[in-house]
């Protein structure tokens, strides 16, 4: 099967939602105290984004491509690969809760607090590789899909910029170190979309990209469900929560519609 006019498309898309992490160092340097409802309706939004694109364009289509019983199959190993990878990583160290120190100068110089964002640069890293595959192989198959999917994922990983940079500049004062670890954490998902395009690339079928699909619904199904919506609101404001799904899943709905 001949993907190869998306592949440049494809590869710039996942390159922008892995480098959004930089726009959450942006974020911890020059915005002292972020509105938290910004942020919950945001991580909301992309959550809505992921749902609804999961289960009425993505799944739906797999099914209809290699029959149900593969689809539904292809849908659960999507889960069950992203959730070994988080339980993997220590909970104390997972990079989805964000929460400034009180005082910066108090933590100056303090080792474990460098410790901690290095240790959660590694974890967004990680997180980020399957992520990255997720938006590469739907634009692959389908650049406008893959282009929403892209800027849902861009959208929840700004926080995880700022869960990087803001430990480690505060421990170092070096707003240059703080940037370039959050910089490489987000370069993991490029490198996870070139990596599995490479492994893919000698057995790509139209099968296999529609269960490709199957596989990346599960995964944005479970970073939804036990990552964005329970970091959404351990930052308050719930009702911004709602309206952030509901807006990100008619938003969506109607680019489905219309374009």
């Known amino acids: 099967m001949d993907v190869s006019g998306n592949i440049g498309i494809a590869l710039i898309l996942t390159i922008i939602a892995g480098l959004s992490t930089g726009i959450g160092s942006a974020i911890a340097f020059f915005i002292k105290k972020p509105k938290m409802i910004y942020l919950s309706f945001s991580l909301g939004f992309s959550a ?35 959730g070994i990878i988080d339980m993997l990583i220590p909970e104390e160290k997972n990079p989805h809760h964000y929460k400034a120190p009180s005082d910066m100068k108090k933590f100056r110089k303090d080792k474990v607090l460098m410790r901690t964002g290095l240790f959660t640069a590694l974890a967004i890293g990680i997180h980020n590789f399957p992520e990255g595959l997720v938006t590469f192989g739907t634009a692959l198959s389908n650049v406008k899909i893959g282009s929403i999917i892209a800027l849902a994922i861009a959208i929840h990983n700004i926080p995880e910029g700022i869960s990087v940079s803001v430990p480690i500049f505060y421990a170092s004062g070096d707003r240059k170190k703080a940037f370039i670890y959050s910089f490489l954490s987000g370069i993991a998902e490029p490198v996870g979309a070139v990596i599995g395009f490479l492994i893919l690339l000698p057995f790509l079928s139209e099968g296999l990209l529609a269960s490709l699909m199957a596989f990346v619904a599960g995964i944005m199904v479970y970073i939804s469900v036990d990552e964005l919506l329970p970091m959404a609101h351990r930052y308050g404001h719930s009702h911004a929560v709602i309206i952030g799904i509901v807006l990100g899943m008619f938003i969506m709905a109607l680019s489905l519609v219309m374009l």
Do not use: D, K, Q, T
């Not at 689809?71 to 069950?80: E, H, K, N, Q, R």
């Open 48 to 82: 809505g984004v992921m749902i609804y694109v999961s289960f009425v364009e993505l799944f739906p289509n797999a099914i209809e491509a290699v029959g149900e019983i593969l689809g539904v199959i292809a849908f659960f190993i999507g889960i069950i690969f992203i």
